[in-house]
């Protein structure tokens, strides 16, 4: 039996509703084989190398589980990407314990296959205390509700963005403005980018796999207005690109099975590096979390 590709489209965002996200929490849910070393998996969507939101989770779940004095909130990670990750091999996570205070502990995760580092990471964790407050106001976009999800996006584009469509999809995306594809078609440019996101499905009451799952999804979109601003796309243009370091702080606790809304710009781009710099904000506007990525980025263009 057949199916057209709106068919295919269709069934597939059916899917999404609990299969990839049940796999989103087993690949999290990585192998402890000794004290300090760990084993992750890859999905069975292959892609041409490791998911940089993969390592950022599964480092994370990493680093937390080595906590020795109770467990207080993840405050910071900073992590670089050092190479390519080998989807047809696990992923070996090695921790070092460098403090574990009472309101304070840290730790570095380095991503080996094949005795190379593929990725490494500082994880902060912190206690939150009253303090000074203030922050940035949210930016006014319409409510997750009242957009179309994901799906509806690919419609008419599935051979040129085949790579986003095959992916796997744990995370519900509501775009409140056009995606790069859209953008490009339209001939137009966007020097942001507004994204309502949360799991696509209830996650366990472990706030560890909430911030492992946030930084998972922290690795989509957030280089999108670098290449917007330009009036260019994935899968539209002939784009190289590679993460080469991604930080977060997390200011606020969150359920990430909830809508946040995740606001990005990029104030840079040169030397064939962009930044995108992100914010989480809750439903109700409080900031909970700030990123910034920078990548290696290369355009080729049509020749003629």
Known sequence: MT???DEQNSQNAGD???GDLEKLIALLDIDQVEDDLFVGQHPTQKTARTFGGQLLGQGVVAAGRTLTRGAPPVHALHAHFIRGGDVSRPMEYRVQRFRDGKAFANRQVTAMQGGEEVFTMLVAFQDNSAGLEHAVESPLVPYPEELPPLGEHFKGYEDQIALFVNALHPID???ANDPTWKVKSAGETLEHNRV???ADGAL???PLLHVAAMAYASDTTVLDSIITTHGLSWGMDRLF???VNHSMWFHREFRFDEWMLYATESPVA???RGIGSGRFFLRDGLLATSVVQEALIKYFPPRG
Do not use: H, Y
């Open 16 to 18: 999404v509703q609990g």
């Open 196 to 198: 309502w996101m949360k």
């Open 204 to 206: 366990p009451d472990d």
């Open 173 to 175: 995306i509501r775009f």
């Open 270 to 272: 040169a030397g064939s």
């Open 3 to 5: 199916r057209n590709l």
């Open 241 to 243: 690109a590679a993460t």
